[in-house]
């Protein structure tokens, strides 16, 4: 019969005792357990008790001042131990129903019911935790106090050490300081896994977390259902309204139909409004990315600033995809943008979205993006690539290499008829469009060295990282503001380096010392390019005629390619037929290499600096546009600011404090002091007659109303319906059908069979264990 001692079973004796035996006893021995120092009951989490006046193990006739001080004391005892505890037993008075006694019991007391077991289930039965345990201890009312009426050692099952059981449920809690790090992380995307390793590290280890991974998942869970029980568009809408009160500049309009759920929805503080305003003469326009639980689509408005980084003008979530969404965006867009419409906006070949632009947008050019464009010839022309292996580098010359429109006509005519793709109906329909895609047609339409939608690409990556397609819109909605505040950091950080170094020149050349005082440090960069390879070219007059001399610009050493640039109206003017100055507002090298011919490096005339590439870029006011730079400092009667300049002090204290034992305990009891004296103070505000916001901004009530784009509506809006939008992929990203293709399957060089190798080979396992056999001895 095996040991019960090897098991973890202590025979210790049953007892239990009623008040008469107690009072015969004469036992008054009383446990002050301190419950605040001993066990955080709220989170959940225990702690070994602080006061050595307790006994280490409970007995009968132990007093306690109240039932949290009993329970906060076992629980203690069993984390000791290497077991969980749980209430099992209450028993209430008749009349008043106050609590007369409790019985706490190990966890794996009792059994499973049978109902439970006969249960039908679609996911296997788990496993049993309740084996019939009989350790418990029970306390009763006696007076004031608390007393041990009941108490059992022996346990049927293995214990635990001291270190493993924080992983049992009953000594496992989320903390309040764990809590509002596991929230913030959760805001920025971060997943539950490195959660649970940056609690790893502020604990000082796994075992001292206090809660695993699951415990996060269910509090966060939580946190999930009571947005949903409070409404998700519900929560997008006060937020904007709150948005809106603290930051009179910040618009948003947002659709409801008729049974009150949320649609389309649109946004944008004043810092992008602002933005657009200094920089909105190119946008991008991107509906290819899903950020939400409703699949609604991110449409990001965005653009180029000063400093060549990526900014942003606003941005939507649609219900869907149609040109009537799209028309009622560029609508609001631009009422928000005091009804500018840029000069070039770039989007995806979608007609619903060309259909929109026409409509809202006449008078600006519509460019389509190449990169998606020529990711689609391989799929429309697979027969040809596959057939004529030089045809992707003549097609390549034919869209990026030829600089005029007579040059690119003639090389798509040629391969037309070369490739026999006359006839191709879908070649046919891109050709008609050429002048929205083809670079010789667009050469000399503004767009700020932008040919793609790349810069709405960029955000969209950068929310890669922190949304996901189970995010709620009202936690979106703090994405963008981290994505944008992160934006306007880092301008600031390119503004604070212009001005506070020196660029290196390369040449002493007078016209580059100068563009490096007018330029932002990026533009100063192109334009010294430029600059200097203008040294690696050379020109020659090719014609005159009246006030004009045209001359042709090759690299030094070449015949070819021959760039043209023509001087006009006493030289002042010059233009070149690469566009680069027309195409980005910065010169080209090969006016560049002219200017040098004629001896006018000298100084940088006026008319060639584009205002929007340079320091000054964001010197105009616009008083139709309420200043953001106030709003977003905090001042030091802001609680955010008070409790961050708090922090970097307790964290200098605490390091202090950690460094001996002495420290810590005078650490302790200092902290202890100040708590008490905390909770005894009162604070008096006088908000009265008087609207502040949080961030310790006054705003009017007219400010907030006029600086709506539509009218609030009281009524209560509704989650729209989680259903996926047509044609979309269940991944976050809408893919291009070349990246979806499916890829060749392995061929069996032994049975010439696909979808297997060599090295796993049916026919090849189906004669080893012959060869096996045959070796053994008989």
Request: proline share 4%; aromatic share 10%.
């Amino acid at each position: 019969m095996a040991d019960s001692s090897a098991l973890g079973v202590s025979e210790e004796p049953l007892y239990n005792l009623d008040s008469d035996e107690l009072e015969a006893e004469s036992v008054d021995i009383q446990c002050d357990v301190n419950v605040e120092d001993g066990v955080n009951v709220e989170d959940g989490v225990n702690v070994m008790p602080s006061s050595s006046s307790c006994p280490l193990e409970p007995y009968v006739g132990m007093l306690f001042d109240d039932v949290e001080d009993a329970q906060a004391y076992y629980k203690a005892y069993a984390r000791r131990k290497g077991f969980a505890i749980r209430t099992n037993h209450t028993r209430l008075s008749k009349d008043d129903k106050k609590l007369l006694a409790v019985d706490y019991v190990c966890t794996r007391e009792g059994f499973r019911r049978i109902n439970r077991k006969e249960k039908e289930r679609i996911m296997p039965e788990p496993d049993e935790t309740k084996i019939g345990c009989k350790a418990l201890m029970g306390i009763k009312k006696d007076g004031e106090h608390w007393i041990v009426n009941k108490f059992v050692v022996g346990h049927n099952h293995i214990l635990l050490t001291p270190r493993s059981t924080s992983f049992l449920r009953g000594h496992r809690g989320v903390t309040k300081v764990q809590k509002k790090l596991i929230m913030t992380l959760n805001e920025f995307g971060v997943p539950t896994r490195k959660i649970m390793s940056v609690l790893s590290k502020e604990s000082g280890g796994d075992f001292n977390v206090g809660c695993i991974g699951k415990d996060v998942e269910n509090f966060l869970g939580t946190k999930r259902r009571k947005v949903f029980e409070e409404g998700d568009a519900q929560r997008l809408y006060s937020y904007f309204r709150d948005r809106q009160f603290k930051e009179p500049g910040f618009v948003y309009s947002m659709q409801v139909d008729k049974d009150g759920c949320m649609g389309s929805c649109f946004w944008a503080d004043a810092r992008s409004r602002s933005a657009y305003q200094y920089f909105g003469d190119v946008v991008t326009f991107d509906a290819t990315y899903l950020t939400n639980i409703y699949k609604m689509p991110f449409v990001p408005f965005s653009g180029v600033n000063h400093h060549h980084q990526t900014i942003m003008f606003g941005c939507a979530l649609l219900v869907n995809e149609t040109a009537e969404s799209y028309t009622w965006l560029l609508r609001t867009w631009q009422e928000a943008m005091l009804g500018r419409a840029p000069s070039t906006i770039i989007t995806d070949d979608d007609k619903a979205m060309a259909k929109a632009i026409a409509e809202v947008l006449p008078n600006t050019t519509h460019r389509l993006c190449l990169w998606h464009i020529l990711q689609k010839f391989p799929e429309h022309l697979a027969h040809v690539y596959n057939k004529f292996p030089d045809f992707q580098s003549r097609f390549r010359h034919c869209i990026h290499e030829t600089i005029t429109i007579a040059e690119f006509e003639e090389e798509w005519a040629s391969i037309l008829m070369k490739y026999d793709l006359g006839e191709n109906t879908w070649l046919q329909n891109l050709y008609i469009r050429r002048e929205k895609w083809v670079p010789a047609y667009l050469r000399s339409t503004f767009c700020a060295g932008m040919s793609t939608t790349q810069r709405s690409e960029s955000m969209n990556k950068f929310f890669k990282d922190y949304v996901r397609s189970s995010t709620m819109v009202s936690d979106f909605v703090h994405q963008y503001e981290a994505a944008i505040d992160a934006r306007y950091f880092k301008e600031k950080e390119k503004d604070v380096r212009t001005k506070s170094t020196r660029a290196i020149l390369k040449t002493p050349l007078k016209i580059e010392e100068e563009a490096a005082l007018i330029y932002t440090r990026k533009s100063f960069m192109i334009f010294q390019d430029e600059l200097f390879d203008s040294l690696l070219y050379i020109s020659r007059k090719l014609s005159t005629e009246s006030e004009s001399k045209t001359y042709g610009v090759t690299p030094y050493g070449k015949e070819t390619p021959v760039y043209h640039v023509t001087l006009e109206s006493g030289e002042g003017v010059a233009t070149c037929t690469c566009h680069k100055w027309e195409f980005m507002g910065i010169l080209c090298k090969h006016i560049l290499c002219v200017f040098g011919k004629k001896g006018k490096l000298d100084r940088l005339a006026q008319h060639y600096v584009l205002e929007r590439w340079t320091t000054n870029a964001k010197s105009r006011p616009i008083p139709d546009i309420p200043s953001p730079t106030g709003l977003l400092q905090l001042g030091l009667d802001d609680p955010t600011m008070r409790k961050s300049k708090s922090m970097i002090q307790l964290y200098d204290i605490v390091e202090l404090g950690s460094q001996s034992e002495e420290k810590h305990s005078f650490l302790t009891r200092a902290l202890e002091k100040i708590h008490k004296e905390l909770l005894a103070m009162e604070d008096h505000v006088d908000t009265e007659g008087t609207h502040y916001s949080n961030r310790g901004v006054f705003c009017s009530i007219d400010q907030v109303l006029t600086s709506q784009v539509v009218s609030n509506f009281s009524q209560t809006v509704q989650d729209p319906p989680r259903v996926p939008t047509k044609g979309r992929p269940k991944s976050l990203r809408s893919k291009n059908p070349k990246e979806t293709q499916t890829t060749k399957k392995r061929r069996c060089s032994i049975c010439k069979a696909e979808g297997h190798a060599k090295n796993n080979c049916p026919s090849v396992r189906d004669v080893r264990p012959t060869s096996v056999n045959l070796s053994q001895p008989m």
